[in-house]
């Protein structure tokens, strides 16, 4: 009996160690597998149970003689061999980019049609005269997008110190006061400035800057 054995890739990633056993009845038996100590295994229940006549040398026979006639016995535990796919190295991961966001102060799209959100005009950066401005719209409690606009005006006057109002400007005031925003500021302006109410009127030589009149004050802030 002869015993060989000898790794075996077979153009597999996982290397393979393969194990044969020529008998002297010119029987071959060969053995397959990833692990060696399964082979060993395996081998030694075939050298110990193996009936004892075939391990005999016949006279005619020299002992590991090979002949063409072989058997392999491949057991499915042992035969069976999954491939590996290789893994292609990982790319390295590109440094992530800084990026630096900076805030460039600019007039808000559509604020003066109750859309977007409004840039603060550097007039009304007074943290003061927010926090009395915001009480004074509380305390007013105005119903209606007219009224509101009035008292809007008023409120940036007193506690802003601004000499009346542009649509841009209420924008961010309705924002502050936490109010509803109109379809269009510029609009609900020269409604309140109609003849049929003059709750404002327009500055001259301003364009589209409107201020708040007596009318306009004893409609809206009956109390002050």
Not at 22 to 49: G, H, K
Not at 69 to 79: D, E, F, G, H, I
Request: proline fraction near 9%; include cysteine; hydrophobic fraction near 35%.
């Amino acid at each position: 009996m002869k015993i060989s054995g000898y790794p075996c890739t077979r153009g597999l990633s996982v290397n393979m160690v393969k194990v044969s056993i020529s008998l002297p009845n010119n029987t071959q038996i060969t053995f397959e597998s990833e692990e060696s100590e399964v082979l060993r295994e395996v081998i030694s229940l075939a050298l110990r149970d193996l009936p004892r006549e075939l391990m005999q040398v016949p006279e005619s026979v020299s002992p590991g003689a090979l002949t063409e006639k072989s058997t392999s016995v491949a057991p499915s535990k042992l035969s069976t061999v999954t491939s590996i796919p290789a893994v292609p190295p990982a790319e390295p991961m590109p440094a992530p980019e800084t990026i630096i966001a900076r805030e460039t102060a600019r007039p808000s799209i559509g604020a003066s049609n109750g859309e977007g959100t409004a840039t603060v005009p550097p007039e009304f950066l007074s943290e003061r005269g927010k926090a009395h401005f915001t009480a004074f719209c509380r305390d007013a409690k105005p119903l209606g997008d007219m009224r509101r606009v009035v008292v809007a005006a008023e409120g940036a006057s007193r506690h802003f110190g601004v000499e009346g109002i542009t649509a841009d400007d209420l924008a961010w005031l309705f924002d502050l006061a936490e109010w509803r925003r109109p379809g269009n500021f510029t609009q609900t302006l020269r409604n309140a400035a109609r003849s049929k109410f003059a709750w404002l009127e327009r500055i001259p030589g301003r364009p589209g800057r409107y201020a708040t009149t007596a009318l306009g004050r004893s409609k809206t802030l009956p109390n002050s």
